[in-house]
């Protein structure tokens, strides 16, 4: 794939249509679609977009993934908290994606694109690509892991939320790849 190609979604994000497309609950399984109906969604104020207060071409950036990723030797995400676990995990800029390994625990989707390349979820080859042809500044030298799925996001809003924004703030960062999956 040559990198031209390669660089094509930053383009997609400025097309309102792309932004626009929302998923038909028919394409999920029964037990999926019956949680979406009962999960009782919280309503929030938008939080209005940060401006950038430099071009991209000058700013830091970190990669956070909600895709449960871990380092061999980090400690997976544990299952077994209740709503669902609230921690992150600090990914080097260094770390080879091949050595990512995921442990979300949701069964709403299909986990199968992962397992064949962590770039869907966790894009730093991309990034590089990026850093490489000068549409970014620099790529901070940590990265952040979050499980998703959380289903009672108090302690993540109030605890682990506002210490992932402090170290990123610590490190400089201007801008934040949210990659969910």
């Not at 028919?26 to 929030?44: D, G, H, N, Q, S």
């Not at 207060?53 to 299952?79: H, I, M, W």
């Not at 960062?173 to 969910?180: E, I, Q, T, W």
């Amino acid at each position: 794939m040559n990198s031209e190609a390669s660089l094509d979604w930053l383009d997609i994000l400025h097309e309102k249509s792309q932004l626009d497309r929302v998923g038909d609950l028919a394409e999920f399984t029964l037990p999926v679609r019956m949680f979406l109906k009962a999960y009782p969604w919280r309503k929030i104020d938008p939080v209005p977009w940060a401006t950038l207060k430099k071009p991209l071409a000058e700013c830091r950036l970190a990669v956070v993934s909600s895709a449960g990723f871990v380092l061999t030797g980090q400690l997976p995400f544990d299952e077994s908290i209740r709503g669902g676990d609230y921690s992150f995990r600090e990914i080097p800029s260094d770390a080879d994606v091949h050595q990512l390994v995921e442990s979300h625990r949701s069964g709403s989707f299909d986990h199968t694109g992962i397992h064949c390349d962590a770039n869907l979820a966790f894009p730093i080859r991309r990034v590089r690509e990026l850093a490489e042809r000068g549409r970014i500044g620099s790529i901070n030298h940590r990265h952040l892991s979050f499980m998703g799925s959380i289903t009672a996001p108090g302690r993540l809003i109030q605890q682990t939320a506002p210490e992932a924004a402090r170290l990123l703030a610590l490190d400089a960062v201007d801008v934040a790849l949210l990659v969910p999956v």
